[in-house]
């Protein structure tokens, strides 16, 4: 993969400036140029450059007609004008060497033709200076209090590193986080991303030491490959919390296999997020809540929650919650139930939810949490408080800060209104979050600890566990794709394309090609009864439809009748000159799974491995998994154990057999597709496992018309 990321990838100009100007500066109330003069001079400690021909000054600030006027180095350059003046002025600022700048201005690629010429100027103009933007909100640096941006307020320091692909939902997520007293290290908003783009930021605050995880809200991205060497670097050090707009599949295009049809472009997203290390949330809610925890406790992937409440019912909401998503209650040890018991009430609950009663005093609550943290069945602690009249919050809040820094995380869910907010402000400043409601805090760790679990996915397969292909069968498989390219043939016929599964040592039922009733006679001889007959042509793909299947043929005339009425079935929807003869294969007796492995080309990232439930009806059970190869055996392993199939599999009596050669199959496919890059979509469907065997009965490969590279094949 050749990627292009701007070598003037230092950012500090833009996070970190010694001046900056404002283009557009204006001394209209309520209007961009003064919000972005009134935020700066609130806090900003460098020096401020007016760019406005009209005045002298504003705001007390002096004012330069243009920015060549002013002979003192500027670092960042803020650009409020109409669309049309921007790449002029653009120009001029690379000209005196500025080395980045903001450009809030809108009315470019999203009106169209006229607004995607001035960027391709700006492109022209810039030189060597960054940019963010154009349409864009501007950024906000809380560590330095560089407010640079038309946004209201400056949001609380904090170790969260926010970009937004929408200005107006970053202005409403700054008001929000004040309200929630959640802090931010910065905030981007990256506006068209006529330069800098999603992924230098990651790569940026990868590096930054003042955030421990980066929040993104995305509608679309420019190259999707880049963005994902970038956040799989990151995500080894960082997390990546991620929501995306858009991720209907209305606008997905019909496809001609079943792997096509069982993917949409959203599923490939989230697969490539999953294989990047990247989480990916629903809502902005989850994004910062999961955030909130994941910034300031240790990453659990033990996904047993123990509980301490002092009232009933929210302890069984969050038991609920935790069930509904995916977590557990912890099992107490024997060692901790005892301890527990010579301190608690008589009527405590005597399990978990650990249910202390409604007079809890702070002194039981810290009791309880020092006995919990030494048990090892335990992967995090929720603490739940009701604001009742014998427990007093605050107290309770402020001994709570000695288990801030645990190793396992501990959060708390401090319920109700005016009576527990000093309480949440304590426990917050102390680093220890807190949820309105047990639901929300019990999603949120189980959101943890399955994306804890998902970071131990990430890593480059080992080369060493690589399945060599013979370089001849690579070589035949070349020369077969190569002629069929040569004949403009971009479905392979049944016959083809089971040959090439087997030059990749996929094993697939043995078949022949019969143009006459006699040679299918004879194959069948050859092969052994009972056998199948399917229509052989290169046009008709959905056999069974069109009545060009048949089964269990036990003799010769069975085979030489079935031959008569395939040809009839093709005849009656005129279609004869399609059928060019049968193949002829073995029955074999479906007294296992099914199962389908295949690939389907992404436009965005390119072959997408998928594994599933097999057969006729693998589009209504739709149970499959999706992963971006190269894959080894330990990624396929995974992504089979994902399925539902799996749990069925695994009940065979060579199940550690089976899922093993299963394993081997996804990888070699794999290494097919990325050594062909011309396929663009391959069934092998169905696969079958039964007690004694695995082995493919069908396939079907297509192949990518646009490909511009078939003389490599």
């Not at 991720?247 to 959203?266: E, L, M, P």
């Not at 909130?292 to 990453?299: F, Y």
């Not at 009791?367 to 919990?372: D, E, G, Q, R, Y």
């Not at 043929?553 to 079935?562: G, P, R, S, Y």
Request: proline share 4%; hydrophobic share 40%; charged share 25%.
């Amino acid at each position: 993969m050749n990627l292009k990321l701007n070598k003037l990838n230092n950012l500090d100009y833009f996070f970190n400036p010694k001046s900056i100007a404002i283009i557009g500066a204006s001394a209209k109330n309520l209007s961009v140029g003064k919000t972005l003069i009134e935020n700066l001079k609130e806090s900003y400690k460098g020096k401020i450059y007016l760019i406005n021909p009209k005045r002298k000054s504003i705001l007390g600030l002096k004012t330069y007609p243009k920015i060549e006027d002013v002979k003192d180095k500027i670092d960042l350059v803020i650009i409020a004008t109409p669309a049309k003046t921007v790449p002029s002025i653009v120009k001029e600022c690379s000209k005196k060497k500025i080395k980045a700048a903001i450009i809030i201005s809108a009315g470019f690629k999203e009106l169209g033709k006229p607004g995607i010429e001035l960027e391709n100027q700006i492109r022209k103009n810039k030189g060597d200076m960054r940019i963010i933007g154009p349409n864009c909100l501007g950024i906000i640096n809380s560590l330095n209090k560089l407010n640079a941006s038309f946004a209201k307020d400056m949001p609380l320091k904090g170790k969260l590193a926010f970009i937004s692909q929408s200005g107006a939902l970053g202005c409403a997520v700054l008001d929000w986080s004040l309200k929630e007293k959640i802090g931010l290290s910065s905030f981007v908003s990256i506006g068209s991303m006529i330069d800098i783009n999603f992924s230098e930021l990651i790569s940026y605050y990868g590096k930054d030491p003042n955030t421990k995880a980066i929040l993104i809200y995305m509608e679309n991205i420019a190259d999707p490959l880049e963005f994902l060497v970038e956040a799989s670097k990151v995500t080894l050090k960082k997390p990546i919390i991620l929501i995306k707009a858009g991720r209907s599949s209305a606008g997905s295009k019909a496809a001609t296999s079943h792997t096509g049809a069982i993917t949409g472009n959203d599923e490939v997203f989230t697969a490539a997020l999953k294989r990047a290390g990247i989480l990916q949330v629903n809502t902005i809610s989850e994004l910062f809540s999961i955030a909130d925890l994941i910034s300031k406790q240790p990453l659990s992937n033990n996904p047993n929650l123990a509980i301490i409440t002092n009232a009933g019912g929210p302890g069984v909401i969050a038991t609920d919650s935790l069930e509904i998503n995916n977590a557990f209650l912890a099992k107490l040890s024997k060692k901790t139930y005892l301890e527990l018991n010579k301190f608690l009430p008589k009527a405590w609950s005597h399990s978990n939810p650990i249910d202390i009663l409604g007079d809890a005093s702070d002194e039981l609550y810290a009791k309880t949490v020092k006995v919990l943290v030494k048990d090892k069945n335990i992967g995090g602690i929720l603490i739940i408080l009701t604001p009742q009249h014998m427990t007093e919050a605050t107290k309770v809040a402020k001994k709570l800060k000695s288990f801030s820094k645990l190793n396992i995380p501990i959060f708390t869910s401090f319920m109700g209104g005016d009576s527990v907010t000093i309480a949440i402000e304590e426990l917050i400043k102390e680093g220890i979050p807190n949820f309105p409601f047990p639901d929300d805090a019990t999603k949120a760790f189980s959101m943890m600890s399955k994306y804890s679990k998902d970071l131990k996915k990430i890593y480059q397969p080992s080369n060493k566990n690589k399945t060599l292909i013979n370089e001849n069968k690579k070589k035949k498989a070349s020369e077969l794709l190569k002629k069929a390219f040569s004949k403009n043939k971009l479905l392979l016929d049944e016959y083809e394309s089971k040959k090439l599964i087997e030059l990749y040592d996929i094993p697939i039922v043995q078949t022949f090609i019969a143009k006459t009733k006699n040679e299918a006679v004879k194959y069948s001889k050859k092969i052994g009864f009972p056998i199948v007959l399917k229509i052989y042509s290169k046009t008709i793909t959905h056999k069974k439809k069109v009545g060009g299947v048949k089964l269990n043929l036990k003799n010769e005339i069975d085979v030489k009748k079935a031959f008569d009425e395939i040809y009839s079935n093709i005849k009656k929807i005129k279609k004869q000159k399609e059928f060019l003869g049968v193949t002829v294969q073995k029955m074999i007796k479906l007294d296992g799974y099914e199962v389908i492995a295949g690939s389907t080309l992404d436009n965005q990232f390119g072959p997408v491995i998928i594994f599933g439930s097999g057969g006729s009806l693998v589009e209504i059970y739709n149970d499959k998994a999706l992963t971006i190869p190269p894959i080894d055996k330990k990624l396929a392993k995974k992504m089979i154990e994902s399925t539902k199939i799996y749990k069925a599999i695994k009940g065979l009596k060579n199940n550690k057999q089976a899922l093993e050669k299963l394993q081997d199959i996804l990888v070699k496919l794999s290494y097919l597709v990325l050594d062909f890059p011309v396929i663009k979509e391959i069934d092998i469907n169905p696969i079958l496992i039964s007690k004694d065997k695995i082995i493919a009965l069908d396939a079907r490969v297509l192949l990518n018309p646009s490909h511009r590279l078939k003389k490599r094949l």
